[in-house]
């Protein structure tokens, strides 16, 4: 059976003295003493300096940041700040899609991180993310579908995700995109 984020998470972290020479608190003081401020600055040194592989790295930056779901103490406070100030006409849409992607089985995961909300089955098969101050963008995993005018290939956009679907209110959120998402799901 595949582990949950969190069990993934917890085992890298209980082997990581063995694999990296370092706990993950070593690790978080020592990016802490060279001031870094961003994610990708903590994992170039993690990788380039200490020779850390990419996977510990990123999460070893994202526990130092505290910006991953799992080290976030309040879920519901990294969706509230995803739809605060000029994004927040936005939530109403996001609030329908997660109402209606809840209805496509008990095992779909939500997992808020800072700035999108994956959602999950065995592995993740979407993204909601606030793009702009009128946008979010649904990312989709749709392995063999080709695009169409709504739904775009990802290209730059999420290199987790095949495809995109642009929204700008709620009647947006409609079969065909249930369509996609449930698609989505079940190749999840």
């Known amino acids: 059976m595949a ?20 706990t993950l608190e070593e690790w978080i003081n ?9 994610h990708k600055e903590m994992v170039t040194l993690l990788k380039t300096t ?11 930056a994202l526990q130092a940041l505290g910006t991953d779901s799992h080290t976030a103490t ?18 109403p849409v996001y ?4 109402a209606a992607v ?16 994956s959602l999950r089955r065995a592995k993740q098969f979407a993204i909601l993310q606030p793009s702009t101050a009128t946008r979010l963008d649904v990312g989709l995993v749709l392995a063999g579908v080709e695009p169409t005018d709504r739904l775009e290939t990802a290209g ?28 989505a799901y079940t190749q999840g």
């Open 3 to 22: 582990k949950s984020p969190a069990e993934m998470k917890a085992a890298m972290i209980a082997g990581l003295k063995e694999k990296t020479g370092k």
């Open 30 to 38: 020592l990016l802490k003493s060279a001031g870094l401020a961003k």
């Open 50 to 60: 200490h020779g850390v592989t990419h996977g510990y790295a990123n999460m070893i």
């Open 74 to 91: 309040d879920d519901s406070s990294l969706v509230d700040g995803q739809y605060e100030g000029k994004k927040a006409d936005l939530r």
């Open 95 to 98: 609030e329908a899609i997660l």
């Open 102 to 117: 809840k209805k496509l089985g008990k095992d779909v995961e939500v997992a808020p991180k800072k700035a999108y909300v």
């Open 156 to 183: 730059s956009f999420n290199a987790m995700v095949t495809h995109r679907v642009r929204l700008e209110s709620v009647d947006q959120v409609d079969k065909e995109l249930m369509s996609w998402l449930r698609q």
